[in-house]
Nanobody, 113 residues
């Protein structure tokens, strides 16, 4: 059964760093990514990475966040630096295959002093 296991969320002060990881037990992965949803807001793209390594970032995180994957293409990481209170949200791992997409259960990231 396809499964995504996320880890790495938590509470951090403004300006701090966190690293999220997502391990995927999924066949046929084409795109790995992270999305987030803040209270009262729609889920939004944070970053994606293709199997060829090409990346895409939301403008709000460019220069602060970095997405990466392992060589096997079944683990995706999100290094988050210079965190701001507005980065507070539930972060979801997302994996796309030729047959659809799968979401992780979400991990809370809270940026607060």
């Amino acid at each position: 059964q396809a499964q995504l296991v996320e880890s790495g969320g938590g509470l951090v002060q403004p300006g701090g760093s966190l690293r999220l990881s997502c391990a995927a037990s999924v066949a046929g992965i084409t795109v790995l990514g992270w999305y987030r949803q803040a209270p009262g807001k729609q889920r939004e793209l944070v970053a994606t990475i293709l199997l060829n390594g090409n990346t895409n970032y939301a403008d709000s995180v460019k220069g602060r966040f970095a997405i990466s994957r392992n060589k096997a293409g079944n683990t995706v990481n999100l290094q988050m630096n210079s965190l701001k209170p507005e980065d507070t949200a539930v972060y979801y791992c997302n994996v796309r295959t030729p047959w659809g997409q799968i979401w992780g259960q979400g991990t809370q990231v809270t940026v607060s002093s």
